[in-house]
């Protein structure tokens, strides 16, 4: 498998040859911590991060892509010392003379070094506010947070098999790494107090009342059951497609029983003052009831079928 620092440096200009001099010493240290498999694997997601980045930001000039691709070499330096070596055992000064630039080029890119592994931490939060501030009108924010977690699942479609198997390696290193797991209840909370802030502004009511709050939690909610759901279905064998459907399928039986639990907040959103909007919430109320029942008459469908499966193994 062919990675990018393979072609001719002798080809190529003296800004290029720069770049793919950083790709190699990048790869060889990759191969030799993670094997040559991988080390691969993560040149083909570096190309594939780079696309979706061109499609998010198609104006971007030569010093912002330039930029880009050095916080991705950090990242993955990063990434693949603390799950082979542990994340207390590694210095950011050492992942910063691999990829070539000074320890306080690293942290002008992550201010600390928890925040080299939630490294997309300040785009997930930008997307899941945008994700609620543009909603369609009458659009739930359940419905808007699945919309923004399926764009983010076409993205991951791209990635080489390898990589949705060291996600494995890489949710247990947080798991088991105490200020990794300090790290992401921060990023969490720091999820819910945005999207309270978003969704307290729609319904016009106080972010610091009981309903935005407990909406937001519940809304936050779908995007850990997605890298749950994730893991889950990827340890079953699911790849690509089927692994999309998968956790697609995980996310809209939640969302169902999400929106059963939240319909009266839309309505607050949506400004339900009159005779006619409290008749239509009451109608509201009784279609969410039989869509809990659905939702549950699948869910146990679902496990009656697992432990069918499993007594005959």
């Known amino acids: 498998m062919a990675v990018e620092g393979s072609r001719d440096v002798d080809s190529a ?19 030799r911590e993670l094997g040559p498999e991988m080390a691969d694997a993560f040149a083909l997601a570096r190309a594939a991060q780079e696309r979706w980045e061109r499609r998010r930001h198609p104006d971007a000039g030569l010093r912002e892509r330039k930029k880009r691709r050095t916080r991705q070499q950090i990242s993955d330096v990063a990434t693949s010392l603390f799950v082979t070596r542990g994340f207390d055992r590694v210095k950011v000064a ?9 320890e306080k080029t690293v942290y002008n890119y992550f201010p600390t070094k928890e925040s080299l592994v939630f490294d997309r931490a300040d785009d997930g939060v930008a997307r ?3 994700a609620l501030r543009e909603r369609e009108p009458g659009e739930s924010p359940t419905k808007a947070m699945l919309r923004a977690l399926d764009r983010d ?24 790494t105490p200020a990794l797991r300090a ?5 969490q909370s720091r999820l819910v ?3 309270t802030e978003e969704l307290a502004a729609a ?4 972010p610091r009342d009981p309903e935005p709050l407990i909406a937001a939690r519940a809304i936050v909610a779908l995007q850990e059951l997605a890298f749950a759901s994730r893991m889950r279905h990827i340890e079953d064998g699911l790849r690509g497609g089927e692994l999309h459907a998968a956790v697609s399928d995980d996310l809209e039986r939640a969302a169902r029983l999400l929106d059963a639990g939240l319909w009266s907040f839309n309505l ?11 008749r239509e919430a009451a109608a509201a109320a009784e279609d969410v009831r039989r869509q809990v029942l659905d939702a549950l008459e699948q869910a146990r469908a679902a496990w009656r079928t697992l432990r069918r499966r499993e007594r005959q193994v």
Not at 13 to 31: F, P, Q
Request: hydrophobic fraction near 50%; charged fraction near 30%.
């Open 183 to 187: 790290a992401l209840r921060d990023l």
């Open 268 to 278: 607050l959103a949506q400004g339900a003052r009159t005779r006619q909007q409290l």
């Open 203 to 206: 319904a016009d009511v106080d």
């Open 13 to 31: 200009g003296d800004g290029e040859a720069d770049e793919l001099s950083d790709e190699r010493r990048i790869h060889t240290l990759l191969v």
């Open 153 to 176: 699942m076409e993205d991951l479609e791209d990635l080489p098999d390898e990589i949705h198997v060291f996600l494995a390696l890489f949710a247990e290193m947080i798991a088991t």
């Open 128 to 130: 899941l506010a945008a």
């Open 94 to 102: 050492e992942i910063a003379a691999i990829v070539g630039v000074s």
């Open 193 to 195: 107090e945005v999207a």
